[in-house]
């Protein structure tokens, strides 16, 4: 070992680049899967309303499990591999997603799905064509809250075996007693949240020319910053 | 394409908690013409509109178009032949004002290229500037948006065009604006309209025939403005109608009978045998006009200096009317504004035609009546002319 800035102990078996890669796949893999699910679970809220409020408690309760008690409940059947931790993020995810994705598709306004229908667009144009481009800006908004806290939350994947990506430089470091590596892996985690959100915020840019300047933010839905989330994450 | 017959047939439309919100319906849409339900809030009228593009479906009763049941296509496929106008113009706004447009083009598998040509066309048709067409919705006024509104209800060309209180968010002075627009695409067009409003002052300008209704889904009367204002088939209609109906009525009868009178009318460079001349004719007033023939004001007879008369120091002549273009409520109103009693009457150049006393308008209006009286019983069908103003 030469003592170069990035290099990590050998018992890791990767390099600081590959554990990055190995962080970002394990981080955005559930916020993807975890948003394909939630589009129609809130979509089947949004035409049954009374089901609303029970899904949200579920994914609250769902949300409130440590992650832990999903790792010994998951590695019956999952093993010590990135899928048990990947599991219980895309669980999370749902507590942000559904809820804005409601919200988002609840926003159009009336009259524009009234004008959507007279003009002959069934129930599948006007949700492609019409509602779920409207709900976007908040789609992206609860992506971002959801993207941040996941890429915090993969760090705890070192506890079954070196499945953290950047978290599994924590254990080494205060095994090796070396602050180097836990600089490492706190700053590479903060990079990649603050570079994930700030890519996130120019996708909104894109796909939402027809936003009045000045207020972009999607609508004052009470969704936490993406900072806050992280901070509570870091609690958990 | 020109405008179908909409029949509705006993239509009945009761909720499952028992509300009645339209009772026992028939009446007939008559083509190429706007037929307005006008009613206080609860009393059916958005949903006859919506029965009629089955956004709401009857609970008895049948709707036909040209003689064929509006059940008898996929519900797209109608709606899709029936432009579609609503309050705030519910616009997609995530879409340009031209993909706004081109909407109903595009769901009838029209290229993207021809739609688009098509709906920078109806822009202009509607009085959109051009410029306009990359714009998204929040960048424009709410009148313009209502327009964009129009113009996507119009882009397939289809037959039948309904209204659902399209103007009532616009403030009065683009309101009027969009109702004269209406009334000019209109006679361009053909279309049949079924026009939804609360506002009856709307349905007497822009119907061909107005529909009462009232609380509960029972029609009051249907009948063309006209005869509304000299006819009210009860008492709610008259209430409804409110307490000047009778001034509102002259709206529908020309200025063109009027005498007018040009004796007490000199130019502003008139001579002192001039002026004497005309202020001997027994008139209180002369009003002075300027070199290019426009009104400048009124002045006692006793006033006037020849070749010395102050415009500034003329009484003010008020607002003229058109003769022979605006309604005898516009001649009316221009006599009881005027300092004088007497209106102004100009051409459609801005030249004064003459003057006229509120006596002779006042005697114009009583033919008027008689005449119209005859009129209402013989002619119960659409088409009348309506005047402007």
């Known amino acids: 070992m030469s003592g170069g800035l990035f290099d990590i102990p050998s018992d890791l078996q990767n390099t600081y680049w590959g554990l990055v890669g190995l962080h970002l796949r394990e981080a955005l893999i559930p916020v993807v899967v975890g948003l394909v699910v939630a589009l129609p679970i809130a979509q089947l809220c949004v035409r049954l309303r009374w089901l609303y409020p029970p899904v949200l408690w579920v994914t609250t309760i769902l949300y409130a499990i440590p992650s832990l008690a999903f790792f010994v409940v998951l590695i019956d059947y999952t093993g010590q591999t990135e899928t048990t931790v990947m599991i219980p993020l895309g669980v999370y995810s749902l507590v942000v997603f559904v809820p804005a994705i409601v919200d988002g598709v609840r926003s159009v306004p009336q009259e524009t799905l009234d004008a959507a229908t007279a003009m002959g667009l069934g129930p599948v144009r006007r949700y492609f064509q019409v509602q779920l481009p409207i709900a976007a800006p908040a789609i992206i908004a609860g992506l971002r809250v959801a993207t941040v806290s996941s890429i915090s939350l993969v760090s705890v994947g070192m506890l079954i075996g070196n499945q953290g990506g950047l978290g599994n430089l924590l254990n080494d470091g205060m095994i090796y007693h070396q602050p180097r590596l836990i600089w490492l892996s ?10 994930a959100d700030a890519l996130l915020v120019l996708l909104r840019v894109l796909v939402t020319p027809w936003m009045p300047r000045g207020n972009r933010r999607s609508r004052p839905v009470d969704e936490p910053e993406p900072m806050q989330a992280a901070l509570e994450d870091a609690v958990r | 394409m020109f405008g179908v017959l909409i029949r509705i047939d006993s239509v009945t439309k009761r909720y499952p908690d028992g509300t009645v919100a339209v009772d026992n319906l028939s009446l007939e849409i008559p083509d190429r013409s706007i037929t307005v339900f006008v009613g206080p809030s609860g009393c059916g009228k958005t949903t006859t509109l919506r029965m009629i593009n089955r956004m709401i479906e009857p609970s008895e009763g049948t709707i036909t178009l040209d003689g064929k049941d509006i059940t008898q296509q996929p519900v797209n496929t109608l709606r899709r032949s ?13 879409r340009t004002i031209v993909d706004n447009i081109a909407t109903v083009p595009r769901l009838l598998g029209w290229s993207k290229d021809r739609a688009r040509a098509r709906a920078r066309e109806l822009m202009e048709r509607v009085g959109l500037d051009g410029a306009l067409a990359k714009r998204y919705p929040y960048q424009l006024s709410g009148g313009q948006q209502q327009r964009v509104g129009v113009a996507r209800a119009l882009a397939a060309d289809p037959p039948v065009l309904l209204m659902d209180e399209p103007f009532s968010a616009v403030d009065p002075v683009v309101r009027k604006g969009l109702q004269d627009e209406l009334l000019r695409i209109q006679g361009e067009l053909g279309k049949t309209i079924v026009f939804v409003t609360h506002d009856i002052d709307e349905a007497v300008k822009i119907g061909t025939m107005v529909a009462v209704m009232r609380t509960g889904g029972h029609l009051a009367q249907f009948a063309p403005p006209a005869e509304l204002l000299s006819s009210p088939a009860d008492a709610f209609v008259e209430d409804f109608l409110g307490a000047d109906r009778g001034i509102r009525r002259l709206s529908f009868f020309s200025s063109a009978g009027l005498d007018l009178l040009t004796s007490p009318v000199v130019a502003v460079d008139a001579t002192a045998e001039q002026i004497a001349e005309r202020g001997a004719n027994d008139v209180p ?92 019983r013989d002619s119960g069908d659409a088409g009348d002319a309506k005047v402007a103003g």
């Not at chain 2, 200096?305 to 273009?325: C, M, N, Q, V, Y």
């Not at chain 2, 459609?348 to 006042?362: C, K, Y």
Request: hydrophobic residues 45%.
């Open chain 2, 285 to 376: 007033y002369l009003l002075v006009i300027g070199a290019d023939g426009r009104p400048l004001g009124w002045s006692e007879p006793g006033a006037l200096t020849a070749g010395d008369i102050d415009p500034s120091r003329l009484l003010a002549h008020g607002r003229p009317f058109e003769h022979g273009k605006d309604s005898l409520r516009a001649a009316l109103d221009c006599a009881v504004l005027s300092p004088t009693g007497w209106a102004v009457a100009v051409s459609a150049d801005g030249r004064v035609a003459g003057v006229v006393s509120q006596q002779t308008i006042g005697e114009a209006i009583r033919a008027a009546h008689a005449e119209g009286r005859t009129d209402a």
């Open chain 2, 82 to 94: 029936m432009g579609y106008v609503i309050q705030n113009a519910g616009l997609f706004q995530h």
């Open chain 1, 186 to 195: 706190v700053v590479g985690t903060a990079v990649l949240a603050i570079l």
